[in-house]
């Protein structure tokens, strides 16, 4: 049995409580975490409400454990969040959480309107601040789904 822990700061530096938060994807229970690149055009989320994945796939990538802390500290990170939405939500970038295979937890990123939807609720998180598109632009070319 694998369990990952996450924490909100694993530099081991003190973190400034102005910008951070606690990291709410520490409490998940998962064995897996999967990054996909698809199509998620007329609001599709990664996981639907049946808990299937979403059927227009592009690219996917398991993430290592410190790919997954580094981006959950990203999302829960207060500077990551401060900009305007849109109404669209054409999500491209999907990430979930697995156990045995099973979703248990997932975020789907629409950088177009500029927002998430996230079955762990994120507190604050609103609009991405342009240091958060910076970041998660950088993480999906980490994961080759830019150019």
């Known amino acids: 049995m694998t369990l990952f822990v996450i924490s909100c700061n694993d530099s081991g530096?003190?973190?400034d409580t102005k910008t951070s938060s606690t990291n709410v994807f520490a409490t998940v229970d998962y064995d897996k975490v999967v990054a996909y690149s698809?199509?998620?055009?007329?609001d599709i989320e990664?996981?639907?409400?049946?808990?299937?994945?979403?059927?227009?796939?592009?690219?996917?990538v398991e993430l290592s454990k410190t790919q997954t802390i580094r981006l959950?500290?990203?999302l829960c990170n207060k500077s990551t969040y401060g900009g305007d939405i849109a109404a669209c939500f054409d999500p491209h970038f999907g990430v979930?959480?697995?156990k045995t295979n099973k979703p248990v937890a997932h975020i789907s990123i629409c950088l177009d309107c500029n927002y998430l939807v996230s079955s762990v609720k994120i507190p604050g998180s609103a609009g991405f601040s342009d240091n958060g598109i910076k970041k998660i632009v950088a993480f999906e070319r980490?994961?080759?789904f830019l150019q």
């Open 38 to 42: 698809y199509d998620g055009e007329g």
């Open 13 to 15: 530096q003190q973190s």
């Open 142 to 144: 980490e994961l080759n």
């Open 46 to 60: 990664i996981i639907d409400e049946k808990g299937k994945l979403a059927n227009k796939i592009k690219k996917q």
């Open 72 to 74: 959950t500290n990203t």
């Open 96 to 98: 979930v959480f697995y």
